[in-house]
């Protein structure tokens, strides 16, 4: 039993007609995820939800062989990252008019434990962050062909911000290449508070922003997670947004 608890919103945003974004928080297994579908409104959508179903699923199917130590956290992430990619793949075979359709994914794993370890698999552009005293740390990498110019020094970060392929994926459920998920693990304290969020936050806050606005929260997850949704919404909310913020209670 973990005693870390998840808070979710998702909002559709102020441009878009449809919500591809979907979340969990599955708090007694300590696992928390948020999916970002692709792929036009419907397979977007359809994408987004079939993940985040297969996931509840086979977690709870599989949550005892991880708490008895039979397999590892990693081992238990990837094996749920490979269920979800499986379920939109099948859905595409029934339904070739989805074809195309994927979506972005970020997961956290917390074991109950005196020295607990925040473990992290994601595919897209999706993040996941720690916030420790007044710092803001990124726990991920985006997937996307910008990350990549951005690593070999070919764009700047200004520049990186307005280009126009700053939204092209390298990697996500449901496309056809060879998955490799991301994973990692880092040691947290009580006082933490950890984020999940879809690019619907990022397009429109950057990481200082969210940073200040996790300040003002004064470790209240509910608060953290509905300013950083306000906020968003406030600059524009040209996407889906979906924020879940994980807090020790």
């Known amino acids: 039993m973990t005693s870390w608890v998840g808070i979710g919103r998702s909002e559709i945003g102020l441009v878009r007609t449809a919500n591809q974004d979907a979340f969990i928080t599955i708090d007694p297994l300590g696992l928390w995820a948020v999916a970002d579908g ?6 977007g959508e359809v994408a987004a939800q079939l993940a985040i179903a297969s996931i509840k699923a086979h977690a709870e199917l599989s949550a005892a062989t991880l708490r008895q130590g039979h397999t590892t956290s990693s081992q238990f992430l990837t094996g749920l990252i490979t269920q979800a990619h499986l379920a ?43 916030f420790r005293s007044g710092a803001l740390t990124p726990l991920t990498r985006d997937h996307t062909l910008i990350e990549k110019y951005l690593t070999r020094g070919i764009l700047t970060e200004k520049t990186a911000r307005t280009h126009p392929e700053r939204h092209v994926l ?3 459920l449901g496309m056809s290449a060879p998955m490799k998920p991301s994973l990692s693990s880092s040691p947290l304290e009580k006082e933490d508070l950890l984020l999940l969020c879809s690019d619907g936050l990022t397009k429109m806050l950057e990481d200082n922003d ?40």
């Open 88 to 130: 939109i793949m099948g859905r595409v075979q029934l339904e070739p008019n989805l074809k195309g359709m994927g979506t972005t994914l970020v997961m956290l794993l917390i074991h109950s434990s005196n020295q607990p370890e925040a473990h992290v698999a994601h595919l897209g552009d999706s993040r996941a962050y720690r």
């Open 38 to 43: 692709m792929g036009g409104h419907v397979g």
């Open 210 to 249: 969210i940073q200040d606005i996790m300040t003002e929260a004064k470790g209240d997850p509910i608060r953290a997670c509905d300013n950083l949704i306000d906020a968003s919404l406030e600059r524009g909310g040209t996407d889906n947004v979906t924020v879940v913020v994980i807090g020790h209670t």
């Open 170 to 172: 390298t990697q996500a």
